[in-house]
């Protein structure tokens, strides 16, 4: 390969979630430094009106002009970078020919998605071409499924030095998180429930804890998943379904299973929200579910969908502000028990909201990770997970760059 001119480019630059991702590589790395990048998008006005925004120090940040759907210009954009990082969504209905080029170019790739159907969709058609090209493809490089992904890791590694072995279950419980939706978040959930209303098929598929691991991974014991109100003695509280855990329970699985199993053949993992204790713990965690049950039902149909995209949810481009977003952070509680019955405790937390300023700075040191961290003789071409492609090298980056904490609570 010739040597490119990038390192990385963030492709959908202007997105809500783009821009702070731009902001954050500025602050972070320059322009024109260690680490050579550029915005692309389909609008020059749009990317001038970003640099502007931006303000002096984007002067001489590179804009590169590329159309989802058109694969000349995607290619063109290829060819100029080792690595591309996606922020163009719903990727279900813009994703797809990116990934493609990226396949055919061997160019590296990560992005933002949590649509399970999408991603499985891309594994089947393009996974042994990446194989042979060389390109690395991480999706859910965000809130979806970073936290979760290289929160099991980090768990599995302290029960490994510390109890001699791996966890062959792991619950992972958010006890509290401050952030709101952006409109892109919105239009990819809304676009699952409704694809998933007219299609059975689809639906099962989405229903398969293993549904993006390889055929050969197979287990036979039931995963937990909680779908109601539900009390967990492990944490002493209530339940509540967490809308997350359909991709991030997929992710996990698929870490295990492409990287041999290391924590077991048989590995139970599950998430939920904690809702509290006692009677008001009991009464939160069913609100929550008939909420969560609302507004899924509200997305797959057709009239109460037109009502939410009109008045309801934020519009594609709007998003939480600066402030909202610097004020949210979540805390992630893990349970680990051992086959032999000892258990160990971890946490996550992150210094703002979960989906936009936490995801912006995850995926930017994911990408960054993905350019300089692992060579493609000991990860090579394929679709991975962030804890299967990154693992320690990302776990560093986090929690010194990205404002993460990993920690050990308890082990017996
Ligand atoms: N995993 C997570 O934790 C997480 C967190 C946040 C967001 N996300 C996902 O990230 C994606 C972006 O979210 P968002 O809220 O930032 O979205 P958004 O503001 O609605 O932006 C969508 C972007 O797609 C671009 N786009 C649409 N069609 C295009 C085309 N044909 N060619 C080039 N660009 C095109 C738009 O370009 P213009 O600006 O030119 O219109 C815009 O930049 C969504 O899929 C969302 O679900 C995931």
Redesign the pocket.
């Known amino acids: 390969m010739t040597e490119s001119r990038y390192d990385l480019i963030v492709?959908?630059?202007?997105?809500?979630?783009?821009?702070?991702l731009s902001r954050y590589l500025l602050e972070t790395f320059g322009v024109g430094k260690q680490v050579k990048w550029a915005v692309a998008?389909?609008?020059e006005t749009?990317l001038v009106n970003l640099k502007t925004d931006l303000g002096q120090a984007a002067k001489n940040l590179d804009m590169v002009i590329?159309?989802?759907?058109?694969e000349a210009s995607l290619k063109a954009m290829c060819d100029q970078t080792r690595v591309v990082v996606s922020?163009?969504?719903?990727?279900a209905?813009?994703?797809e020919p990116l990934v493609k080029v990226c396949v055919e170019s061997g160019t590296d790739y990560c992005?933002?998605?949590?649509?399970v159907q999408w991603i499985r969709r891309m594994i089947h058609t393009y996974e042994e071409k990446a194989k042979q090209s060389g390109a690395r493809i991480v999706h859910?490089?965000?809130?979806?499924?970073i936290p979760s992904d290289m929160g099991v890791f980090f768990l599995q590694e302290q029960a490994r030095e510390t109890l001699g072995k791996t966890c062959g279950q792991v619950k992972m419980r958010v006890r509290t998180a401050k952030g709101e939706f952006?409109?892109?978040?919105?239009?990819?959930?809304m676009n699952v429930a409704r694809e998933a209303a007219s299609d059975p098929a689809l639906r099962k598929e989405l229903a398969n804890p293993f549904s993006l691991c390889p055929p050969d991974h197979r287990s036979t014991r039931r995963q937990p998943n909680v779908k109601s109100a539900e009390y967990d003695a492990d944490f002493d509280a209530w339940l509540a379904p967490f809308v997350?855990a359909a991709?991030n329970t997929r992710i996990v699985h698929r870490s295990n299973a492409v990287a041999g199993a290391p924590y077991g053949q048989e590995f139970l993992y599950d998430e939920a929200m904690m809702t509290g204790k006692g009677v008001k713990g009991r009464l939160a965690a069913y609100g929550v579910t008939a909420a969560m049950g609302g507004f899924l039902l509200a997305s797959a149909v057709k009239p109460s969908r037109w009502v939410l995209e009109r008045f309801v949810v934020?519009?594609?481009?709007?998003?939480p502000s600066r402030q909202a977003q610097e004020e949210g952070f979540y805390d992630l509680r893990f349970v680990g028990k051992t086959d032999d019955g000892q258990l160990i405790r971890t946490k996550v937390t992150g210094d703002q909201d979960?989906?936009?300023g936490s995801?912006g700075k995850?995926?930017g040191q994911a990408a960054a990770c993905l350019a300089f961290d692992v060579s493609r003789e000991e990860r090579p071409g394929g679709f991975w997970t962030p804890a299967s492609i990154f693992g320690n090298h990302l776990l560093g980056r986090l929690r010194e760059h990205a404002g993460l904490t990993f920690e050990l609570l308890e082990q017996r």
């Open positions: 492709f959908g630059a202007t997105s809500f979630v783009g821009q702070i998008g389909r609008s749009k590329a159309n989802a759907e058109d922020t163009v969504g719903p990727y209905l813009y994703g992005d933002l998605t949590g649509e859910c490089c965000g809130f979806d499924s952006s409109g892109g978040t919105v239009a990819s959930l997350m991709i934020p519009k594609p481009g709007e998003g979960p989906g936009y995801t995850m995926l």
